[in-house]
């Protein structure tokens, strides 16, 4: 189904015999919160909007209250913020019994924290400065024979993946389960969350989806809904998918990279591509990607974003670990791809399966559109090993606490997305950090409790 309007979205609504509608917004990392509506409560939401808990941009992943941040807190009393439906977000949700679902995003108060707000902001920025924005998401994840109750219950050890060993691009394996293939196949064209690569990766029961290049808000609003409904369908056939940044430290980590390219608005041509230039690279893709080499030190908690992000970025496991650029390189955070007006692009290649999309989407633009800005040029392209030579390349942040840190202290950032949000996720991620630290890991039982 295409996008409607408003009225559109009202007389569709009206049409289906089901009793309520389903609403979400996204919370700080990115996981939908929700819940059904009737009819008539959504049709004066879907006009006048309707209040929502803003404890939801106060709690992390596991509903626990952050104790350090100032926009919410028992100190407000967690009053209900503004939140506006977005009509040309619905679908049906195919893996639900085709009830109708409906992003919304929070406005008034609680618009300068909003992810998808916070994106939004700078895509008005890429506007301004006549640019539309075209992007896509992959993400790889791993897909485990288990269900929620059977994982807590061995304590998310000793689990079982889908399938054995490591068997990248397997005929064999899509093959044998080509029912759940095909099932998450149909849910994205049906959801119009179109996927135009499904493989399986290297390592036991992972597999990797490329969602279709689109306008920017509607890519990261198709790979939050992908994320959350994929995992739904596999929990339907008895399955569990994970999208964190890496669950084994013998296998790689989980990638979320994002092919981003700019369009002139006027014309339709694709900015990024100069005919006759070094790999077709013009002016403005390699003052992007020089200002995104400058600025992912910065801006690398909001791509990792979890202290489990920090595991995934480590040599020699597909991740980088430096702000490096090159041409066709996977090896490198920034991977330029070489080709027609159509295809010119830059790969995004830091970002884990575990980032909230608008806030990956929103840094990666935000730092390229700086660069084109300043006329930021890229350090020495990588050709060969960047692990080996990542030709003084910047280094990227080693933990979470670092990350937030940076984050805090850019004034791109401060500038690009606003002070308040930059001090509430960053203060967001450094309570991460912390809840991380307050807990005893396997590793550090098995190394210190005899021999210490």
């Not at 080509?178 to 290297?202: N, V």
């Not at 790969?347 to 730092?367: C, K, S, T, W």
């Not at 930059?422 to 809840?435: D, T």
């Amino acid at each position: 189904m295409e996008p409607m309007s408003k009225d559109a979205l009202l007389s569709w609504v009206e049409a289906q015999e089901l009793p309520a509608v389903k609403v979400a917004v996204t919370d700080l990392d990115g996981i939908l919160r929700g819940k059904y509506m009737s009819k008539d409560k959504f049709k004066s939401a879907v006009e006048k909007g309707f209040g929502f808990c803003d404890v939801v941009l106060g709690w992390d992943s596991s509903d626990q209250l952050l104790d350090n941040v100032t926009f919410t807190g028992w100190h407000t009393g967690y009053p209900d913020a503004e939140v506006r439906l977005v009509p040309e977000t619905a679908r049906k949700v195919v893996v639900a019994d085709d009830e109708v679902f409906v992003l919304g995003e929070f406005v008034g108060r609680a618009e300068a924290i909003c992810p998808r707000g916070t994106l939004r902001r700078v895509l008005q920025k890429a506007s301004d400065m006549g640019y539309g924005v075209m992007a896509g998401f992959e993400y790889e994840f791993f897909v485990f024979d288990e269900t929620p109750q059977t994982a807590a219950e061995k304590g998310y050890r000793n689990l079982k993946p889908l399938t054995p060993g490591s068997f990248g691009y397997s005929l064999l394996r899509n093959t044998l389960y080509s029912d759940f293939y095909q099932d998450l196949l149909a849910m994205g064209e049906q959801m119009r969350l179109d996927i135009e690569g499904l493989h399986t990766e290297t390592g036991p029961g992972v597999l990797e989806a490329a969602l279709s290049v689109t306008e920017g808000l509607e890519a990261a609003d198709r790979a939050v809904m992908f994320k959350t409904f994929s995992k739904v369908l596999a929990q339907k056939n008895g399955l569990m998918a994970t999208f964190m940044a890496k669950w084994n430290n013998s296998v790689p980590g989980q990638s979320g990279h994002l092919h981003l390219s700019l369009l002139d608005t006027k014309s339709g041509d694709n900015v990024f591509y100069k005919e006759g230039a070094a790999h077709s690279m013009s002016d403005a893709q390699r003052w992007f990607v020089g200002g995104q080499q400058k600025l992912l030190p910065e801006l690398c908690a909001m791509v990792a974003p979890t202290v489990n992000s920090y595991t995934r970025l480590v040599p020699g496991f597909w991740a980088p670990i430096n702000a490096t650029w090159g041409v066709e390189n996977r090896t490198c955070a920034l991977r330029v791809i070489p080709g027609s007006k159509k295809a010119q692009r830059v790969e995004f290649r830091i970002g884990a399966a575990d980032g909230n999309p608008y806030l990956v989407l929103a840094a990666a633009l935000l730092a390229g559109l700086w660069g084109i800005e300043h006329k930021v040029e890229p350090g020495p392209m990588v050709e060969g090993n960047a692990y080996a030579d990542p030709k003084g390349a910047p280094s990227l942040p080693a933990t979470l606490f670092e990350a937030a840190g940076r984050l805090r202290g850019s004034e791109a950032a401060r500038a690009g997305l606003g002070d308040a949000f930059v001090e509430h996720f960053a203060a967001s991620r450094e309570w991460e950090e912390r809840e991380f630290r307050k807990h005893v890991t396997d590793w550090e039982l098995k190394r210190y409790f005899e021999i210490i």
